[in-house]
């Protein structure tokens, strides 16, 4: 019952919302993703000057 109750509540969000929201997760997934290929990278340049 209480699912049914929920599932009343929510609305659909309009196409503004729904890119807004999606450009944040691209960003944080790109971001994340920036910052490991950097790490990575720093850490293969300083085992190959060994």
Known sequence: ????????????SDKEVYM???????FGIATIG?????????FSVLTFGR
């Open 20 to 26: 807004q929201h999606l450009r944040l997760v691209l």
């Open 34 to 42: 920036t910052i490991g290929f950097g790490i990575q990278f720093i």
């Open 1 to 12: 019952m209480n699912m049914k109750n929920t599932i009343k509540l929510t609305k659909k």
